[in-house]
């Protein structure tokens, strides 16, 4: 499905790798469905993830990853597309509905949590009474492809600001809270 509204977190995930210099640094894990590359971000470990499965039963492959990686939901991302966005809108939502997304749905059930912070990639509403299938799973317009870099960029900037930040915070959090060992 790659090139679809479906795939544009994929693509995200694609040019983050490709930004980090690990772009060929792809293995399969064929135990969790999916292609990996482990690396560091701001001091903390990371393993970017490209499940292999149909998007609507990729979940099985992020509980997959979150039991051999000892992930917390909440220390998980998901990057996906958005049809209540407009095309080139990009947030970060943490929890909350997965709004009919079927792939969204399926990692919460399979890992009994929404607390996942979670990209979300706007491509809009189909226009002209096209069916929202045939405008997911259909390819961008030559305009909308055209402003697919910025938007792609735009979602790298944010994971990687956020992840900054998430950094950041825990390392003044772990500070914060040692024992001074010169205080009686």
């Not at 870099?149 to 959090?173: A, F, Y």
């Amino acid at each position: 499905m790659a090139g679809t509204r479906h795939s544009i977190g994929m693509a995200v995930v694609n040019l983050l790798a490709r930004k980090l210099n690990i772009a060929d640094q792809w293995k399969t894990d064929k135990k969790i469905g999916a292609d990996l590359i482990h690396t560091q971000i701001c001091g903390t470990q990371v393993v970017l993830m490209k499940p292999c499965q149909l998007m609507n039963v990729n979940g099985t492959s992020v509980a997959n990853a979150a039991v051999k990686f000892f992930l917390k939901p909440e220390n998980i991302y998901l990057l996906h597309d958005e049809l209540d966005k407009p095309l080139g809108k990009v947030s970060l939502k943490f929890g909350g509905s997965a709004r009919g997304h079927k792939g969204v749905r399926s990692c919460f059930a399979c890992l009994r949590s929404d607390t996942m912070t979670r990209l979300l990639v706007g491509i809009g509403r189909p226009a002209n009474h096209c069916s929202v299938e045939w405008h997911v799973l259909g390819h961008f317009t030559k305009t909308e492809q055209a402003l697919l870099p910025d938007i792609l960029e735009q979602g790298v900037d944010l994971v990687l600001s956020h992840i900054k930040q998430r950094t950041e915070s825990d390392i003044s959090i772990r500070t914060a809270t040692k024992q001074n060992p010169y205080k009686s």
